[in-house]
């Protein structure tokens, strides 16, 4: 145990070991050694050992609270709260196990309950750090971002060498536009570790938005030793591209995050293209039928598109779309803005400009939600009704680009001044169609303004107050897209603001095209 504690992991395990060798049933020692292996990331033998020490002592609250961690760690949460919840009816106080059954709801979408969990574990234990810093956590998730500021402070006032706390407050400093401060808080969690990989890749979005695109793409190479930040690594057989000239070998691009990520880099095709590859790309299904113009044409810089889920053609090596720019060491004189990189299947954009041909000009899409499922949506997405100014401008015909749920809500809009396009838009090819139509897309941060930009048409997009990364600070234009025009909420929340902003705009340019 003094092995244990002073982090000697491997000569714990191997004195743990001893003890079960001369008494194999101890049940201490079983859960003990258990512990070990989920520390050092064995979660399935880390099961197996405390599941023995359980078996050999039901009633202990530790060996359960701690079952129930590893139990989180091999995506069984259900299990897991109820091992949680066993190790409290034995012992209702114990902060750790209130401190993990928070975990266990954080994980499955409960942040308010969880935040009910740390708050007892604080009370149970004034000085607990860690309840503290997840406390922080449930109380970000809930857009409560003053709070979690305090929560995470208190968590360092308790330990001030605590890295993941001041990673934390640095992403919740960021996410409150006090940039400096988040910098400051990034750069000491990585004074106290180096490897931490979260404060990397936070530290790598700041830098992103503060327009450092060199430093920001190299550093956000750490995301992949973030835990949910994107998709999980996958083994494809073969090593990753190093930038080098390919020389006819063969190449997989595959799509890691969101649609809209997939739609901004699939650009850098044409650039893997030069270098003598034969690129094969991985997409997401919906977007299978837009790509499908890469392939097309003489100078064509896809070879082979394969839907995510099917079987992949034999390639000697791999690239992740979104480590293309550090791959091509991208800053912001050398971004691949060349527009148009995608095109509409000419079938569907005569079939959707037969459709709209009666309505008065300028034709105007709109779509004001993003994926739901998306970490930042509730600061990204806008409540439709603040739409409502500027469907009162004539002459002038709008349409709803808004798939999904948010497609129905539409409450506080003149209905008779949005036509739903909703049901027709039944893949991003067919999207696509229908804004190489229009005369101007106003959107939201989501795939379809990628997509207007993309295309190459006017397309206003409306940010939040603090932006994501892709969007950069004051400016309201984009180096990604040329035909784009950035609008910013002047105030966290003011909507209202910047569609006056738009209205206006929007006014100037009708008044411009008479």
């Not at 995506?75 to 009816?89: C, D, H, I, K």
């Not at 992403?171 to 990585?190: C, N, P, S, T």
Request: a neutral charge; one cysteine or more.
């Amino acid at each position: 145990m003094a092995a244990h504690n002073a982090g000697s992991l491997d000569a714990a395990a191997a004195l743990y070991q001893r003890i079960l060798e001369a008494k194999p049933r101890h049940p201490d020692a079983l859960h003990l050694l258990g512990l070990v292996a989920h520390q050092q990331g064995q979660h399935a033998r880390a099961d197996a050992l405390i599941s023995r020490a359980i078996a050999r002592n039901r009633r202990n609250a530790v060996y359960h609270s701690n079952h129930g961690a590893v139990l989180l760690a091999l995506g069984r949460p259900r299990e897991a709260e109820a091992a949680l919840r066993r190790a409290l009816a034995l012992e209702p106080g114990r902060a750790e196990a209130l401190s993990n059954l928070g975990n266990v709801l954080m994980r499955q979408g409960r942040p308010k309950e969880a935040e009910g969990c740390y708050r007892r574990a604080i009370a149970a234990r004034p000085d607990y750090a860690l309840a503290y810093n997840n406390l922080g956590g449930a109380l970000r998730r809930q857009g409560a971002l003053t709070e979690a500021e305090a929560a995470y402070r208190a968590a360092l006032e308790r330990s001030p060498r605590y890295p993941g706390a001041l990673a934390n407050l640095g992403r919740v400093l960021h996410e409150q536009g006090q940039y400096d401060a988040a910098m400051a808080a990034y750069d000491r969690a990585l004074a106290l570790d180096p490897g931490h990989a979260e404060a990397h890749a936070n530290r790598a979005t700041l830098l992103l938005l503060l327009g450092r695109l060199e430093d920001g793409f190299a550093a956000y190479e750490w995301r992949w030793r973030v835990a949910g930040f994107t998709t999980p690594p996958r083994d494809f057989g073969c090593p990753r591209w190093d930038g080098e000239p390919l020389a006819g070998r063969r190449i997989l691009l595959h799509a890691e995050q969101g649609l809209g990520s997939a739609i901004q880099f699939v650009r850098y095709a044409a650039r893997v293209a030069e270098l003598g590859g034969t690129v094969t790309l991985e997409c997401q299904p919906p977007l299978a039928p837009l790509f499908a113009c890469l392939t097309a044409g003489a100078d064509a810089p896809v070879t082979t598109l394969v839907r995510k889920g099917e079987a992949l053609p034999t390639v000697d090596c791999h690239a992740p779309l979104m480590s293309l720019p550090h791959l091509f060491g991208t800053g912001l004189a050398t971004i691949p803005a060349q527009v148009p990189y995608l095109a509409a299947p000419s079938d569907r954009q005569s079939r959707w400009a037969e459709r709209l041909a009666s309505r008065p000009r300028p034709w105007v899409g709109l779509a004001w939600a993003g994926n739901p499922r998306h970490d930042n949506e509730a600061n990204r997405s806008m409540p439709a009704r603040h739409l409502a100014p500027l469907l009162a401008i004539q002459p002038a015909s709008f349409f709803s680009l808004q798939v999904g749920g948010a497609a129905g809500l539409r409450e506080g809009l003149d209905e008779s001044r949005l036509d739903d396009l909703a049901p027709g838009l039944t893949d991003f090819a067919e999207t696509a169609a229908v804004i190489a139509n229009l005369d101007l897309v106003i959107s939201v941060d989501t795939a379809v303004a990628h997509l207007a930009g993309a295309l190459a048409r006017p397309v206003w997009l409306l940010l939040p107050f603090v932006p994501e990364w892709r969007w950069m600070l004051d400016r309201d234009t984009s180096p990604w897209y040329p035909t784009m025009r950035l609008f910013r909420q002047d105030a966290p929340g003011n909507w209202d603001g910047l569609m006056a902003g738009i209205w206006a705009a929007f006014a100037d340019r009708a008044v411009a095209d008479r």
